[in-house]
């Protein structure tokens, strides 16, 4: 590996990661056996999607994409979480809209009285 570059770990990803490998372990012992344990399991799973949720909307994630080199640690907080992330799913979901990156709106028509002329080889 020549060059560093923005892997994404953050404090959200790793705490998701680790409960839902505890929720995963359930469910499996749910699958050999332990009934309890399937839809113990799927809410642990399911818990683990909230609490990424939470703490990405706290600074403790990422935005969508790389980030700058100064804030490729795990423990550095995203300042910009508050006003939300543009084309972020979560953030969308929590009501923060953040910039947008695009513009969808139409081109608005020229004012302009001219008219085109048709081309020479137009029929009239």
């Known amino acids: ?15 998701g990661f680790s409960i839902a490998t505890v929720g995963a372990t359930v469910v499996g ?5 332990w009934r309890p344990g399937i839809w113990l399991g ?3 799973m399911a818990a683990a999607a909230l609490v990424v949720w939470v703490l ?27 006003g939300g992330h543009p084309g972020c ?3 969308r979901l929590a009501g923060r809209r953040g910039a947008t990156t695009s513009t ?8 302009s009285t001219a008219h085109a002329e048709a081309p020479a080889d137009a029929p009239s």
Request: charged fraction near 20%.
């Open 56 to 82: 990405h909307l706290a600074g403790w994630g990422k935005p969508p994409g790389p980030r700058p080199a100064d804030q490729w640690g795990a423990w550095v907080r995203d300042r910009t979480a508050r």
């Open 1 to 15: 590996m020549s060059g560093h570059h923005d892997e994404g770990h953050t404090i959200a990803g790793w705490s």
């Open 104 to 111: 969808d709106a139409a081109p608005e028509p020229s004012t």
């Open 89 to 91: 799913l979560g953030c």
């Open 42 to 44: 799927s809410a642990i």
């Open 29 to 33: 012992a749910g699958v050999v056996g």
